[in-house]
């Protein structure tokens, strides 16, 4: 049973994964985008949306990230990949500590950076050559 109540999407671009999960998930969506153009696009889809919040700014420094969502989307923000294991793990792991159910969507990550969630469970996956994604959860 996938219930979520908030969705956060990290590097949310001009909107459209947050637009697609609206259709079929009545939750509060926060988005964060660093860049100026795509966060100002985003925006103005959104305007009137009461339960969409999108930031521009970077989530690991965010007040934000304090606040545990239900559902994290990760579509490799982060092209490092020990900057991206370090600023992600440290989500998952405390995550994890809380106790709470939290779900991560990955979306074409590479192996290497999936094993931050190597202590969640994964509940879906599907995979085309280097593109695919992932669903883990922590309980």
């Known amino acids: 049973d996938f219930k979520i109540n908030s969705f956060t999407d990290i590097g949310c671009g001009n909107g459209r994964v947050i637009f697609f999960f ?3 998930f009545d939750a509060n969506y926060y988005g964060y985008e660093l860049f100026e153009d795509a966060y100002k696009q985003c925006l103005k889809i959104f305007a009137d949306d009461s339960k969409v919040k999108i930031n521009n700014e970077d989530f690991f420094k965010s007040k934000q ?3 545990i969502s239900d559902c994290y989307f990760i579509n490799d923000p982060i092209k490092n990949e020990e900057l991206h294991a370090d600023l992600f793990g440290n989500m998952v792991e405390n995550h994890i500590i809380s106790g709470k ?6 979306v074409n990550l590479s192996s290497q950076k999936t094993k931050i969630f190597k202590n969640c469970i994964m509940s879906n996956s599907f995979k ?6 992932q669903i883990f959860s922590t309980k």
């Open 22 to 24: 609206k259709k079929h």
């Open 101 to 106: 159910k939290v779900y991560y969507i990955s």
């Open 65 to 67: 990230k304090t606040i």
């Open 128 to 133: 085309v050559g280097s593109r695919g994604y």
